[in-house]
């Protein structure tokens, strides 16, 4: 079966995610949108929201001492919230190229972490 970009994403998600490395889990959705500039933003909220559901099924709550599952919902719902505020000014659907924009002009929280 041929992959498609989402499985790719889910893919290099759980890859960062899972990597043991906190540096390689907070720059996760910035080198998304550079990764992918072209893709829908909703695809990388959606990679990111299928790698923690696939986290959560496979770890036991109780020993999943980073709480990976926690970090990348909250990564997410942030990621979201910021799809939704440049879709709100017209730009709609909106790329994840437009998400590295908006993010140099508004917000710089996924830049800076």
């Known amino acids: 079966m041929r992959e498609t970009p989402v499985d790719d994403m889910i893919e290099y998600a759980l890859e960062e995610l899972l990597s ?16 992918w500039p072209s893709d829908p933003a909703l695809s990388v909220v959606f990679a990111i ?10 770890i036991d709550r ?11 919902y909250r990564l997410v719902a942030l990621l979201a919230a910021d ?17 590295l924009h908006f993010w140099r002009r508004v917000d710089g929280y996924f830049l800076e972490l």
Request: glycine letters at 8%.
């Open 62 to 72: 109780r020993s999943d001492v980073d709480g990976i599952g926690p970090f990348a």
């Open 49 to 58: 929201t299928s790698a923690a559901s696939m986290i959560d099924d496979n």
């Open 20 to 35: 043991g490395h906190e540096d390689r889990r907070k720059a996760l959705v910035r080198k998304m949108c550079q990764k």
């Open 83 to 99: 799809v939704y505020a440049i879709e709100s000014m017209g730009h709609a659907p909106a790329r994840a190229r437009d998400l």
